[in-house]
């Protein structure tokens, strides 16, 4: 009968955790993230880019299913952000072994986004709502930026293999605008997500502490008028 009881208890629990896991915009994630990595095995081709640019794609998508269908979900987000860490170093490793793009830029997408995930694992660690930690805007931006810069430079790689420079050329000036304009965005975002590890759930306090010490204050003003007029 105890078993049963704990059966009955614990369904709700296994019933949200399937809820939130087996989702469209989970799937999506999925897919488009296994579309990129194996699109990246074979970057430097037409076919290769199509299938990163796909995949890529599909992460645009995720989040805009998700508010559509109401199926966000902490778990979904977090999907969403590892998939991202782990599709963006495998293209960056694969364009880095090919040669496709500038060493500075590929090294300054890959400490960013290091530092970004680190941070942003100290700071689901440190508070007090695992998984809550969440992309900001400037970051989602910044990713943007990011992998139009990379398709950029990929796309003129292949320009270049089909003989025709002065695409390639205005492609790598493509990239090169990108990652600067992508740039403000990434460092905003990578001082937000260290802001977060460092801080935890205090900033999150702050808001509410300042309110009490306000209430105490007018508290104090309320009773030192009545004090007065007594």
């Known amino acids: ?131 809550e930690t969440r992309p900001t805007k400037s970051g989602k931006l910044a990713m943007a930026g990011e992998t139009v810069t990379l398709i950029s430079y990929i796309a003129a790689h292949i320009a270049e293999q089909d003989k025709n420079p002065k695409l390639a050329k205005l492609l790598r000036k493509l990239g090169a605008g990108a990652f600067a304009a992508s740039l403000p965005f990434a460092a905003h975002a990578t001082c937000t997500y260290i802001k977060r590890a460092i801080n935890g759930d205090s900033e999150k306090e702050k808001p509410r502490q300042i309110a009490d010490v306000k209430r105490s204050l007018g508290s104090m003003a309320i009773l030192g008028r009545l004090s007065g007029r007594s």
Do not use: W
């Open 1 to 131: 009968m105890r078993n049963m009881k704990k059966g009955r208890e614990t369904s709700p629990t296994v019933s949200k955790v399937a809820k939130d896991v087996f989702t469209i915009p989970n799937f999506i994630s999925m897919t488009g993230a296994a579309l990129a990595i194996h699109g990246s095995e074979k970057i430097d081709t037409a076919e290769g880019l199509a299938e990163c640019a796909v995949g890529r794609l599909a992460d645009v998508l995720d989040g805009k299913v998700a508010r559509m269908t109401g199926q966000t979900s902490n778990f979904g987000a977090a999907l969403d952000a590892t998939t991202d860490k782990i599709v963006m170093a495998k293209i960056l490793y694969e364009m880095n072994k090919k040669g496709l793009a500038p060493k500075h830029v590929l090294g300054i997408v890959a400490t960013l986004n290091l530092i970004n995930a680190g941070a942003t694992g100290i700071a689901n660690l440190r508070s007090d709502k695992k998984g």
